[in-house]
């Protein structure tokens, strides 16, 4: 068996601190973000800093699981729970899969998760705190 | 930058060849089979052979994107369409989460999709074909 000697991505390394913050200095100005429930990629850094602000308050019990590293992607497998606006808490499993430019950036950050009833919980919990808090425009 | 020279996973070096017939040899008998819409597992090879068989026909214009690989653990990105019963295509992007044990058979196979509406369509897809012909009784 191969030993191998991985760092946790800065990104998993923030969360796992708490240090929301220091998210902005990882993403591409232009970064792309595809979520898991929208078909239509957000683009910006801002945009995808509001939309993560919002994410990491409706994920509960939120844990990086695994890493997996290939060149400039990494994907980040996670799980947490949901608690939808009909107050009912659902499972979910996911991975961030990014993709980073020369100098680390994270120029794409695409979210999928699982099963459909945890997908559904995280649309409507997003929605509805999307709604009070638009996303800003570009 | 760090050249990495990947070989392309069985699994997807099967798929691309068309020969679906050889996955049945690279799964573990007590392979967990997490499909992206339902919650609870489905065990063992036989089963995940059936979904399997089930999933292909479902997807089409099926490719495989991106492969990341660390230690027993492989990514697999792919894209396709999916049709649901009422006749509406919907773009689907997703992955294949392998675990394997030492002699390298698939002992997890977890898959995720966004968007939403990709994933829906998939289910409603699935739903159909499996209420036709049933996830064999372990």
Chains 1, 2 share one sequence.
Not at 37 to 42: G, I, L, M, N, Q
Not at 51 to 71: A, N, W
Not at 89 to 97: F, H, L, P, Q
Request: net charge negative; with cysteine.
């Amino acid at each position: 068996m191969t030993t191998v000697t991985q760092s946790p991505h800065p990104l998993r390394a923030l969360v796992e601190s708490g240090n929301h913050e220091g998210i902005e200095e990882l993403l591409h100005p232009d970064v792309q973000f595809r979520s898991p429930a929208v078909h239509t990629p957000y683009e910006g850094r801002e945009t995808c800093l509001h939309l993560l602000g919002h994410v990491v308050e409706v994920f509960e019990d939120f844990r990086y699981v695994d890493q997996i590293d290939t060149g400039n992607r990494t994907g980040l497998v996670f799980r947490a729970n949901v608690t939808a606006p009909d107050g009912t808490t659902k499972a979910v499993e996911g991975w961030d899969y990014l993709t980073h430019d020369e100098e680390g950036k994270i120029t794409e950050f695409v979210v999928m998760a699982r099963p459909l009833s945890g997908l559904i919980a995280l649309a409507q919990a997003m929605g509805a705190r999307l709604e009070a808090d638009p996303v800003p425009k570009g």
